[in-house]
């Protein structure tokens, strides 16, 4: 057995402009690290994290890594000492799967570091327990896509039930983070509570639409898919300039976007490097005019999850 392991794993978009809690993929890049090293010392210890400015707990039962690796060691009845180091390599509260990224790292390590006794399938219950701590609820839609990679659809929780989903391979997203903070909660609890009949019948056309889009390869339905009549609306006020980003990005030939999670980034799809190169741009310019720095991340969609690099 190793001593030692060292994994990545990735940001991942969530909601998918109409796919609100359901929907969600996986990027290249950003992501997140995690060392985890056989101890002699009983227990898990986090023994440094490193990124994250100091906000992020250290006691295990409180960090979203931490618990995820204490609950799956319980399952499998070990009692083995782990250390725990956490690199957070992209912005907590970005929109981005931060917490996510992270704990999917510390469970996919863990099993590996413990010669694999669960599959991909049985470990997301641990990661989803991480989400958990992190927002108060156990949703999927990030740490599904996190862990098996690509486009997922969040069937069903009770059963919970995962679909992978295929997307063509030409497939570019760029994302870009504005230096600006959106707390989950805000954007909880500025959702409407009712939604008029019209208005969900044309979302779930739209999902139906984004999700065959996806197995057809067919760009003009993904396109005309990427609408969201119910959420983005309401959440978009949280982000200033949103619509003029938005369009410059839709102006030099993206497909489409919206909101990542609950935001303050914001994604757009292209159908090629060269178009999801020029969204970067335009959209960087949008910010700028608005005196709001930015960072900007382009890659296809990750296909794998996490990876292990050490």
Not at 281 to 294: D, H, S, T, V, Y
Request: aromatic fraction near 6%; charged fraction near 20%.
């Amino acid at each position: 057995m190793s001593q030692s392991i060292k994994v990545f794993a990735p940001a991942t978009v969530a909601n998918v402009v109409c796919g609100f809690d359901v929907l969600g993929f996986a990027v290249h890049s950003p992501g997140d690290e995690v060392v985890l090293r056989l101890s002699d010392k009983p227990g898990v210890n986090i023994i440094k994290i490193d990124g994250d400015e100091g906000r992020l707990p250290t006691n295990p039962e409180k960090n979203t890594v931490g618990i995820s690796v204490i609950k799956f060691l319980e399952k499998i009845g070990s009692t083995q000492g782990i250390e725990i180091e956490l690199y957070k390599k992209m912005p907590l509260g970005s929109g981005l799967g931060s917490s996510s990224a992270s704990t999917v790292a510390g469970v996919f390590a863990i099993n590996e570091l413990m010669g694999g006794p669960l599959s991909k399938e049985e470990l997301l219950p641990f990661a989803m327990e991480g989400e958990r701590l992190a927002c108060g609820s156990a949703h999927a839609d990030n740490v599904a896509p996190a862990l098996f990679g690509g486009f997922v659809l969040v069937r069903s929780y009770n059963p919970l039930d995962i679909i992978k989903l295929p997307s063509p391979k030409g497939l570019y997203c760029t994302l870009i983070h504005p230096h600006i903070e959106v707390q989950t909660k805000d954007a909880r609890n500025i959702l409407p509570k009712q939604i008029d009949l019209q208005d969900a019948v044309e979302q779930w056309g739209n999902v139906a639409g984004l999700i065959s889009g996806l197995y057809q390869s067919d760009y003009s339905l993904i396109s005309r898919s990427l609408k969201d009549v119910i959420v983005e609306p309401v959440r978009s006020v949280l982000i200033p300039g949103f619509h003029q980003v938005k369009n410059a990005a839709l102006d030099v030939g993206a497909l489409g976007g919206g909101i990542s999670g609950s935001g303050p980034s914001i994604f757009v799809l292209s159908t090629n490097e060269d178009i999801a190169n020029k969204a970067a741009k335009a959209m960087e310019k949008e910010f700028l005019k608005l005196g709001i720095g930015n960072d900007t991340y382009i890659s296809q969609i990750n296909p794998k999850g996490p990876v292990v690099i050490g």
